[in-house]
């Protein structure tokens, strides 16, 4: 069965860190723009950070810029996404998604793109 997976989502304390993973079964990502989303409840879905298929274009949103990075190990098939000085307004369902492209600006539009694979989504709550 094809399809990707994140995972590394908890409970942590405002200022804390998670690490967050997202690995494919059945394919490679090599090949995949990959990017993550959350949705926090009651909210729309909304766009975090993305990385091309290569590792070498990036793109952050502004809540999260500066304290969140994206990365990838194409040789462990999987994205990552760590999330340092976590705030309680980033509580949130966070779902990673692939799109087959090898394309270095694939980031500069990735809110428009329809992906070809979503995770299942992972909880992160940040609370004291």
């Known amino acids: 069965q094809l399809q990707v997976m994140g995972s590394g989502g908890g409970l942590v304390q405002p200022g804390g860190s998670l690490r967050l993973s997202c690995t494919a079964s059945?394919?490679?990502?090599?090949?995949?723009?990959i990017a993550w989303f959350r949705q926090a409840p009651g909210k729309e879905r909304e766009g975090v950070s993305c990385?091309?298929?290569?590792?070498?274009?990036?793109l952050y949103e502004d809540s999260v810029k500066g304290r969140f990075t994206i990365s990838r190990d194409n040789a462990k098939n999987t994205v990552y996404l760590q999330m340092n000085s976590l705030k309680p307004e980033d509580t949130a369902v966070y779902y990673c998604?692939?799109?087959?492209?090898?394309?270095?600006?694939?980031?500069?539009?990735?809110?428009?793109?329809?992906?070809?694979?979503w995770g299942q989504g992972t909880q992160v709550t940040v609370s004291s």
């Open positions: 059945g394919f490679t990502l090599d090949n995949y723009g």
């Open positions: 990385i091309d298929s290569s590792g070498g274009s990036t």
């Open positions: 998604a692939a799109d087959f492209s090898k394309e270095f600006y694939f980031c500069s539009g990735y809110m428009s793109v329809k992906f070809d694979y």
